[in-house]
């Protein structure tokens, strides 16, 4: 595995080669979930490009910028283990300038859910993931679920600046408890952690009403709350794929999203319907 800190010996590399690409953007602190992306990234590609960097510009002013975990060693050795050929892993000067072109998130979908709750954290994203395209020039590039309004708003990007990238949206990875892999989970304590095994009951909740035929939206939300009791929960929302407002449950075309706070850390889960 060839470690690069430096964005034109990437480029080199990437714009003389005729192999096809498969791409994991990432922050590191990396997980099994990271992991599966990467090991369906290894299945579909000739060479395999993982990049960790913790982009500045997706984090809201007192947001975990500063304390997001950070483990390169240990990525290292993850990586290599699971077939890497390429790690990428550029610092902020590298990446950004003083005075910048910015890309803006779509008015609508860009908009609700966590962009109406972090305001400016897509535009941040789909600034460093086009930057990042740029630079690795996949053919394939790998999202999760997990983060399914991310995944959403970078396939809309990829369409409306005519791309040549296919986006691969690949599934959410949980631990044996259910609780959804978060790089973030580092931050839990025991009994938070604990605490947390609720977000992925509230889904699981949702998931039997509507397998028992129950397709209403407010009954659904009202369980999942239920499940959720004692937990500071930020929003609990169930919207189609394209994350517009449905009357009730659409089966394939559905996603429940629950957003919730334990102590100072913010979970986020969803289930594809
Ligand atoms: P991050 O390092 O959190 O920016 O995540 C990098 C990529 O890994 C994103 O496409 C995430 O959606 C994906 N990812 C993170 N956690 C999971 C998970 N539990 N299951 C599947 N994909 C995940």
Redesign the pocket.
């Known amino acids: 595995m060839k470690i690069i800190t430096d964005k034109q010996e990437l480029q080199n590399i990437t714009k003389n080669t005729i192999q096809t690409i498969g791409f994991?953007?990432?922050?590191?602190?990396?997980?099994?979930?990271?992991i599966?992306?990467i090991k369906k990234a290894r299945g579909e590609n000739e060479l395999v490009i993982v990049s960790i960097f913790v982009n500045p510009t997706q984090f809201l002013a007192g947001e975990d910028f500063d304390k997001y975990p950070k483990r390169d060693i240990a990525d290292k050795k993850i990586c290599e283990l699971a077939g890497v050929d390429i790690l990428f892993m550029p610092n902020i000067d590298m990446m950004y300038e003083k005075d910048e072109v910015t890309i803006k998130a779509p008015n609508i979908r860009g908009f609700v859910l966590d962009g109406f709750k972090r305001p400016g954290h897509f535009d941040g994203v789909l600034q460093i993931v086009l930057k990042l395209f740029n630079l690795v020039r996949p053919t394939n590039a790998?999202?999760?679920?997990?983060?399914a309004q991310?995944?959403i708003l970078i396939k809309q990007m990829v369409e409306n600046l005519f791309l040549p990238i296919n986006v691969v949206d690949?599934?959410?990875?949980?631990d044996n408890n259910g609780l959804?892999?978060?790089?973030r989970n580092a931050y839990l304590s025991v009994t938070e952690k604990e605490e947390a095994l609720k977000i992925s009951r509230s889904l699981q909740n949702a998931t039997k009403l509507i397998v028992a035929g129950n397709l209403k939206i407010d009954e659904i939300k009202k369980a999942m709350m239920e499940t959720l009791k004692g937990i500071d929960v930020e929003y609990i929302e169930i919207v189609s794929r394209e994350l517009l407002i449905i009357e009730q449950i659409e089966l394939k075309n559905t996603i429940i999203l629950v957003v919730v706070k334990i102590g100072a850390t913010r979970l986020i889960d969803n289930i594809w319907i």
């Open positions: 994991i953007p990432t922050m590191g602190a990396l997980h099994e979930g990271h599966s992306l790998y999202f999760g679920r997990k983060d991310q995944v690949c599934p959410l990875i949980r959804a892999l978060s790089s």
